[in-house]
């Protein structure tokens, strides 16, 4: 056991930012957000065919395949890890401190509690108020904020990794300039209406 925690106690992300410090404050989250230490956030895929394997996989990791949409990053694994690379770099010039832990804290300001649901009751459906799962929430948060990052770089001079710097440090102050943290409460604010 001492061997194994010598042996990632210097395995930092990128060779610069260490995960052991990292803490997730969503008890809800915890078990879901992933901070295996790694150098480079790619594990092939290997979680693909099992059920509920993707929360073993780093946050980063889940952060970089969601910016693998359709568009200047689709497919290209390379490309999106050195827009999230730069923007971590873009993040610890700007606060000073750890992009992981900004990270995570985005994460639990933009995922959603609550969505809502339709249920057919007599061939009437009613929209009905229910609790997200926390893989949902994880899931839902990281599409939020790189669909934000995406929607503010278009037509717009700032580059794509400035972009999601910006979403991630708004969505960790839960700023509402921030594009997740606008979806966030607009599924909320949908769901108290429907309870």
């Known amino acids: ?51 509920f394997r993707k929360s073993t996989v780093n946050i980063v990791e889940r952060l970089t395949n969601n910016l693998m949409r359709h568009g200047k990053c689709g497919g290209k694994k390379a490309k999106a890890m050195s827009i999230v690379r730069n923007a971590f770099q ?41 609790d997200i799962a926390p893989q949902r929430r994880i899931d839902l948060a990281l599409r939020f904020i790189t669909e934000g990052a995406r929607q503010a770089s278009l037509n717009n001079p700032k580059t794509i990794d400035e972009c999601l710097a910006d979403e991630i440090i708004y969505a960790a102050q839960r700023d509402p300039k921030s594009q997740a943290v606008k979806k966030r409460d607009e599924i909320e604010r949908i769901a108290l209406s429907s309870r």
């Not at 994460?107 to 009905?128: F, H, K, L, S, W």
């Open 90 to 130: 873009i993040i610890q010039l700007k606060l000073n401190r750890n992009p992981i832990q900004v990270l995570v804290d985005a994460i639990e300001n933009a995922a959603p509690c609550e969505e809502v649901t339709r249920i057919v009751y007599g061939g009437v459906a009613y929209p009905v108020s229910v």
């Open 1 to 51: 056991m001492n061997g194994q925690t010598a042996q990632t106690g210097g395995m930092k992300l990128f060779g610069r930012w260490a995960v052991e410090e990292v803490e997730v404050r969503d008890l809800g989250l915890k078990s879901y957000v992933s901070l295996s230490p790694s150098i480079i956030p790619h594990s092939s895929g290997k979680h693909e065919h099992q059920r």
